[in-house]
């Protein structure tokens, strides 16, 4: 049974979707109810697994890799569904709640359960066409959530997102085309231990491995390709904006398989300097953003970029230890991100404006319930990065793996001093909205006290920051064996392929070179 671990949960939320597009609105409810739990339990386990022993490899139809669709399930990938099922079952639960997002559109949960499914499948996936397969997934089903209920706003903000990301799409099938002329191969395993065999002057395939380098940082909204991600996130309904948190994550994950397996054993030039340039670069803006944002919404949405910047430099790093301080960000960042979204929705109903401006009416709303003044003083202490919550430990373990690196000099200095600025000027942006959410306006509304779903999933949520920095050492343990993981392209190559042959000389480009024959390792 355990061999099947990894394909739970891609199955799960398909059969999820196909049972709900035959359902009213509550028993809808209740299959992603169910669906939630299942998740939760199935991907629990896979972490299990994936913890104790060796990759798990899972070839769908039996075909054996490099052929048909095979899912690799690392420590990385576990984790990161796994929290992809956290996720998804406090937004549910929030969507759910009365007359919730869901009512928006009959189709909502179904929706919801196919971004999932693209989502969960873009981390597990062992394939690179696969994962462009899931990528498409994840954009028309995000577009269909985005767009769920209507209004000029949501309808502007999809249509940059879905022409930005075909503009994605498109580079992507070239560099996949470019990759299989230059290796005729598509499977991660196999490209990587084919490149070896190709000499280090391929321009072909230093071509392809720019193009999807450029394909994952544009999904990871690096600058200059990140404009689409404030505005198409702001306008998304809480739930689904929530959801979009881990979403930018998807591309940054990708790229760091794709830089330890392949560019920093072979190319590690293709993306020495630039990459952290425009990640400092996006830093910054990202905190430009913070500080300009009109609503609570908006300051999420830029929060979500000054994550992304922020995990982007690690890459060009090259070592373990900055991977390992990347998961540990990538968890931390996702569950306050999305927690924001939910707080931001909830404030706006209790001050009387959706949006929850910082304008000049705002000292005419009504001041927030504290209790949600309490979930935002935690978030706030977290993202800006201050002790001693979570956030504080992700920056002090990044700010360490700069310590060995592959960055020049003056490239550790620049990180330094941006993740510092970005500290201070997000700090000031949230004490600025706290102030006026919290302190200004007339006396708050009164707060029924029967239980609400909706302030249950944000709890969950915001619970997640203090819980991490309790257990921040088994975190961080953990991360550490996932990063080491990912850094052990031999093994990667070995567990998915089974025993490779002796390291052939180097040879000039044949597309159709028949791939080795041997047994797949136990």
């Known amino acids: 049974m355990t061999q099947h671990a990894p394909l739970l949960p891609l199955l799960i939320p398909f059969a999820a979707a196909l049972l709900q597009m035959l359902m009213p609105l509550a028993r809808q409810r209740q299959v992603a109810a169910l669906s939630a739990a299942l998740s939760i339990a199935s991907t629990l386990w896979l972490l299990v697994l994936c913890d104790a022993g060796p990759l798990r490899v899972y070839a769908l139809g039996d075909w054996q890799p490099p052929f048909g669709i095979v899912l690799v399930a690392d420590r990385l990938a576990a984790l990161m569904v796994f929290c992809c099922a956290l996720l998804a079952a406090a937004c549910v639960a929030y969507a759910s709640a009365g007359a919730g997002a869901d009512a928006h559109g009959r189709n909502f949960h179904p929706l919801f359960q196919l971004q999932l499914l693209g989502i969960n499948g873009a981390f597990l996936t062992g394939d690179l066409f696969n994962l462009f397969v899931f990528f498409e997934i994840m954009l028309l089903a995000s577009y269909a959530l985005l767009a769920q209920s209507g209004g000029l706003q949501r309808t502007r903000a999809g249509m940059v997102y879905v022409v930005i990301n075909l503009l994605g799409s498109s580079l992507f099938l070239i560099a996949l085309g470019t990759l ?294 088994p975190v961080v343990d953990y991360a550490t064996r996932a990063a080491r993981q990912v850094h052990d392209g031999p093994a990667y190559v070995r567990d998915v392929l089974g025993t490779p042959p002796e390291a052939a000389p180097a040879r000039t480009v044949r597309p159709n070179r028949t791939p080795y024959s041997g047994e797949r390792s136990p």
């Open 180 to 473: 299989y002329g230059a290796l005729g191969t598509l499977n991660l395993a196999d490209v990587a231990h084919r490149a070896t065999q190709v000499g280090a002057n391929d321009a072909l395939l230093r071509v392809a491995l720019l193009l999807l380098v450029a394909v994952f940082v544009l999904k990871a909204a690096l600058l200059p390709l990140s404009f689409w991600l404030p505005q198409t996130y702001a306008a998304a309904m809480a739930p689904v904006a929530a959801l979009f948190s881990i979403m930018t994550k998807v591309g940054i994950v990708a790229l760091f398989r794709l830089h330890a397996l392949v560019l920093q054993p072979l190319f590690p030039e293709l993306t020495s300097g630039w990459l952290s340039t425009l990640a400092l670069a996006t830093l910054l803006f990202g905190m430009l953003g913070v500080l300009a944002a009109p609503s609570l919404r908006t300051l999420a949405a830029w929060l979500i970029l000054i994550s992304a910047g922020t995990l982007q430099n690690l890459p060009s790093f090259g070592t373990p230890e900055a991977t390992a301080a990347g998961i540990f960000y990538l968890v931390h960042s996702t569950f306050v991100g999305a927690a924001f979204f939910l707080l931001a929705e909830l404030v706006g109903e209790q001050r009387g404006s959706r949006l929850c401006s910082f304008g000049p009416d705002a000292a005419e709303a009504k001041r927030a319930a504290p209790a949600l003044g309490i979930a935002f003083f935690v978030l706030a202490i977290s993202v800006a990065g201050l002790p001693p919550f979570s956030g504080f430990i992700g920056k002090l373990l990044i700010l360490r793996s700069t310590a060995g690196s592959a960055l020049s000099a003056p490239l550790q200095v620049a990180l330094w001093a941006a993740l510092l600025a970005a500290a201070f000027g997000v700090s000031l942006a949230l004490a600025r909205a706290g102030s006026r959410l919290f302190w200004q306006g007339a006396a708050p509304h009164a707060v029924s006290t029967a239980p609400d779903l909706r302030f249950a999933a944000l709890v969950f949520l915001v619970a997640c920051a203090p819980l991490v920095t309790l257990f921040a050492q």
